[in-house]
């Protein structure tokens, strides 16, 4: 029997096909492409097994909050070469070169020294960092992120960063806001989105959504819902 903290390998395929067709609803209700959304799953304190599990469905882009938790399981499970890992946690400045090393994306970038760091510290061969922007849109003292206002600079310079590939925006709305308070923010980031892609034409990602407002997400034109609890179950401590 699996733990209470460990999902059933039966439980883990139901709910990727739930999430998957609560993407699908969702996208039909907006009148998008299903295409035009990728699911990350957010696997933080979980074991590897879990992925490897997850993988062996088809799933391949995995999100991470924590650099060492992370750098464990990538370790173990290196031989799943075409894993795609998202760092989507607060990032610290001495934790850049670990991250810079082992990812393929990066979704909490709110400062110019972690864009010179990333940059620097990107190894060559294994071509750009995708970056994301991550955006405090309900101005919480808690969460990371720059302002609507701070966008346009933080861009330019990772734009500028040879080993650094802009991608878009991150943001994660304030859970505890009112439905209309939740809409107004969910619009204005896919105003802010739409207004960086006018600028640079590389930018296709909105990385917004989680277990609990996918689809209002989806609504606003994410590209690319995180979801944990609604794949893995409840966070193990
Ligand atoms: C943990 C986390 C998620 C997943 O949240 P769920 O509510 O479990 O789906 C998504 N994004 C970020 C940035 C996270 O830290």
Redesign the pocket.
């Known amino acids: 029997m699996p733990t209470s903290t460990e999902i059933s390998h039966s439980a883990l395929h139901t709910h990727f096909a739930e999430v998957k067709q609560q993407i699908k609803h969702a996208a039909e209700a907006a009148n998008r492409s299903i295409d035009s959304i990728a699911l990350l799953a ?1 696997s ?1 304190t979980k074991p590897a097994s879990a992925i490897a599990e997850l993988y062996g469905a088809g799933q391949r882009q995995f ?1 991470e ?1 924590y650099v060492q938790e992370a750098l464990d399981k990538i370790t173990e499970l290196h031989e799943l070469t075409d894993i795609i890992w998202h760092f ?2 607060p990032l610290q400045s001495n934790k850049t070169k670990d991250v810079a090393e082992n990812f393929d994306w990066v ?2 970038i709110d400062r110019e020294k972690l864009v010179r760091r990333l940059n620097d510290q990107r190894p060559a061969k294994r071509g750009p960092l995708n970056i994301l922007i991550q955006v405090n849109i309900d101005n919480e003292a808690s969460k990371a992120g720059v302002g609507l206002h701070d966008i346009n600079a933080l861009a330019a310079s990772i734009a500028s960063a040879d080993r650094l590939q802009l991608r878009g925006i ?1 943001a ?1 709305p304030n859970p505890e806001a009112t439905a209309k308070e939740q809409e107004h923010s969910f619009q204005q980031l896919q105003k802010a989105y739409r207004q960086l892609q006018e600028q640079h034409s590389e930018v296709d990602t909105l990385s917004l959504g ?3 407002d996918l689809e209002l997400a989806i609504k606003y034109g994410s590209t690319m819902v ?5 794949l893995f179950g409840a ?1 193990n401590k």
């Open positions: 957010v933080k999100g909050n989507i946690g979704h909490s991150m994660i989680m277990s609990n995180r979801v944990g609890t609604a966070r």
